[in-house]
């Protein structure tokens, strides 16, 4: 025990304790959520959350202490393992919020976001129906659409791997509070998607399985499917396309190509038919705060702990070289007269 609370003393830091409380916060509000369907409706979720995470959850558990422990003594390797074992976690923890979201209780609000979409004056069919008469507009949006998995799972690791702290730091806050606060707006005011408000033929199949599933959990019925969606105010599809941008802005030669081709997805999300226009503006909205929230914890809390871990491992040996430059002596400079010196 006195091993225990000597590690936790000497080397978990502010940025490891406030990580793991939010984890333990999407945790607690899923589990209220999975709680209160029990006690009430007892509708059936399709599982998201699969029993063979919870195999892997020792050995990243495992990797994150050895991050923890090797902080000092090799930074970028133990970067990198601690925010892929948090990024595992993170995963974990938001599976099991989605899992207590998916049995709301409340009717879903699509009539409500159409009735927004037209004010706006923008109509759902005409641009779907535009979309699928070019075929390599479609195609094209599609594959932007489709790639937003590779990122979520390949520009964490590319921000460890180039010691990126502070991006990918604000990036894992933003994401989580994003998650908190869009989850939860689902499980008060659910969505099914334009697919289960209008009948057009240009819908896909994945597109009508957001709303069967909606449907047959709701009603008790069998589950048929998996697949489809689940959440469409706000669009996470355009939170995650910002949020991951936004992680590369000091990586100019990264970030314009990238943050155009996620201008892109935002884009495909209403274009191909699986978002209202209000989803994306929704969507840009909760990613813009979960930012400005990130940064201002960031700003508070985090960036000592970096100062911090700078100056145990490289500031001694950059000052370490500067007494070794003033010790030897430079033949080009003439020595001071004895008798000029003080």
């Known amino acids: 025990m006195n091993a225990i609370k000597r590690f936790y003393n000497q080397y978990v830091m502010r940025e490891d304790k406030l990580f793991v409380g939010l984890l333990m916060v999407a945790v607690v509000v899923g589990l209220v959520y999975i709680i209160a369907n029990q006690l009430s409706f007892q509708f059936t979720s399709t599982g998201f959350l699969s029993w063979k995470w919870f ?20 930074p970028r390797m133990s970067f990198l393992t601690w925010t892929y074992s948090l990024y595992f976690f993170m995963v974990i923890a938001l599976s099991v919020l989605m899992v207590g979201i998916e049995t709301t209780p409340f009717p879903p609000i699509d009539h409500h976001l159409v009735q927004a979409d037209q004010l706006l ?58 998650s908190i606060v869009g989850f939860s707006i689902y499980y008060f005011f659910p969505t099914t998607a334009p697919a289960s408000v209008f009948f057009d033929k240009n819908f896909t199949p994945f597109q009508h399985d957001t709303f069967i599933k909606f449907f047959e959990i709701h009603h008790h019925l069998p589950i048929t499917t998996t697949q489809g969606g ?24 990264l970030f314009y190509p990238v943050l155009v ?45 970096d100062v911090t871990v700078i100056n145990k491992t490289s500031t001694p040996k950059i000052r ?14 003439a020595p001071i007269p004895q008798t000029q010196r003080k």
Request: proline fraction near 3%.
């Open 261 to 305: 081709f996620n201008a892109i997805v935002i884009v495909s999300t209403v274009f191909l038919g699986w978002h209202y226009l209000t989803d994306v503006i929704g969507g840009l909205t909760l990613a813009g705060l979960s930012v400005w929230a990130a940064e201002v914890i960031y700003k508070r809390y985090l960036v000592a702990d």
């Open 55 to 74: 195999v892997q959850v020792p050995i990243f558990f495992g990797l994150g202490i050895f991050a923890i422990y090797a902080r000092k003594h090799s």
């Open 121 to 178: 004056g923008f109509s759902q069919l005409a641009v779907l129906n535009w979309t699928y008469a070019h075929k390599v507009i479609f195609n094209s949006l599609n594959f932007c659409y489709n790639m937003i998995g590779v990122e979520l799972a390949l520009f964490p690791i590319v921000l460890a791997l180039l010691l990126e702290k502070r991006a990918i730091k604000v990036y894992l806050l933003a994401m989580l509070l994003a």
């Open 320 to 333: 370490d070289i500067k007494k070794m430059i003033q010790l030897v002596p430079n033949p080009n400079i």
């Open 230 to 253: 689940l959440i469409a105010f706000p669009s996470f599809h355009v939170i995650w396309a910002a949020l991951l941008a936004y992680s590369l802005k000091n990586r100019k030669h």
